[in-house]
């Protein structure tokens, strides 16, 4: 259904370690938006080792290609470097975040058997495409 598409979120995610298809914290906090929004969520996962479909890993070698190998000894450098790239003919919106995410929380067994009970895994690609529907 069309209509239903349209209020889904479809998320692709590269995937690396901080986000794959089996980081509990990560799952946990995507069923936690999902129940937010009151919108199911599809994770669609990168395979591994094709950053060539990835738009950020693109992105990446077009920034690399832009700083010409320039030092990039601190962040006010990097930053005046990455507003100065285009992308597609558009500079990106660049800022500085220095939030600090809590390393170490780990969920039970017990916890992540409740947030897997959500996580519908495609059966073909279960680490690779996974549908979350809010509760």
Known sequence: NEKQQLENIQIKVDNGPENSGIRRQFLKRMVEFADQTKKSIQLLYFPPYH?????????WGILERHWKGTLLGNA???LAWVKTMTWKGLNPIVKLSKKVYQKGISLTKKEMKEIEKRLERNPHLPKWDILIRPS
């Not at 950053?51 to 992105?59: D, Q, T």
């Open 76 to 78: 006010q450098t990097m």
């Open 51 to 59: 950053s060539k479909y990835n738009p950020i890993e693109r992105c």
